[in-house]
């Protein structure tokens, strides 16, 4: 695996990871190319190359991220909160336990890049990427959705995913704000996020089918089918 942009030039396999990863990026509106305003400073980024293997040990794919360096952030400019919930352990073995006693199918979901998916509140600038700034350009990228390696990148997944199923009726608990939970009628239907795994349960199956739909509509999801192993 490459340490460097020039090293990973070398190779047309991770050229083509790059291409793919900031065509990804620019399809997900992740910046605007904008000039850098007075009075402001731009972060810097890099590149982070991954070999994922099968489960045979066969080569998957050639994985490029683009990272931000958020250690270069300053707090109060360029973040403000950075806290995120997270799913405590006893919450997980309660919804386990109901889940069993009223004999309740389990369902396990991953967001893919699910840090990608959060909206940015400040107003944060990055270099361009490493070999993706035109000859001659001085733009840089304006931020409006969040990066890997950003202060704010876990809270704006997760103010993201909060209000999106809020608008499809669930409330967060107040015991463990990672839960969510919704009652219509005799329906109950109960989201458990820990960072990008959720665990889903209840004893409406249509009710969860059509969760999953709008998961589904709302992120890049991976069902992952009935629950075998969670953290």
């Given at each position: ?117 959060g909206?940015?509140l ?8 490493p ?100 953290l």
């Open positions: 695996e490459p340490t460097s942009y020039e090293q990973a030039c070398t190779d047309a396999k991770w050229v083509a990871a790059m291409q793919s990863e900031i065509d990804a990026l620019e399809a997900n509106h992740t910046w605007t190319m904008v000039p850098l305003p007075t009075g402001h400073r731009a972060i810097g980024c890099k590149w982070i190359y991954k070999i994922k293997y099968q489960s045979d040990g066969s080569i998957e794919r050639y994985k490029a991220r683009l990272v931000a360096k958020g250690f270069t952030q300053r707090e109060g400019i360029d973040y403000k909160e950075t806290f995120a919930p997270v799913a405590k352990l006893v919450t997980v073995r309660c919804l386990l336990t109901v889940a069993a006693v009223r004999n309740w199918h389990l369902h396990q979901m991953d967001v893919q890049n699910a840090f990608l998916h909206d940015l400040e107003e944060v600038y990055m270099q361009p990427p070999g993706f700034r035109r000859q001659g350009e001085k733009l840089v990228c304006r931020l409006h959705k969040s990066l890997y390696g950003l202060k704010q990148a876990s809270r704006s997944w997760f103010q993201k995913f909060a209000s999106s199923v809020a608008n499809m009726g669930f409330q967060q608990s107040k015991a463990d704000y990672s839960l969510f939970i919704k009652v219509d009628g005799a329906s109950y239907t109960a989201i458990l996020l820990y960072v990008d795994d959720m665990i889903i349960t209840g004893n409406d199956e249509a009710a969860i089918h059509n969760l999953k739909h709008f998961l589904n509509s709302c992120f890049k999801i991976k069902d992952l089918g009935h629950l075998k192993y969670f």
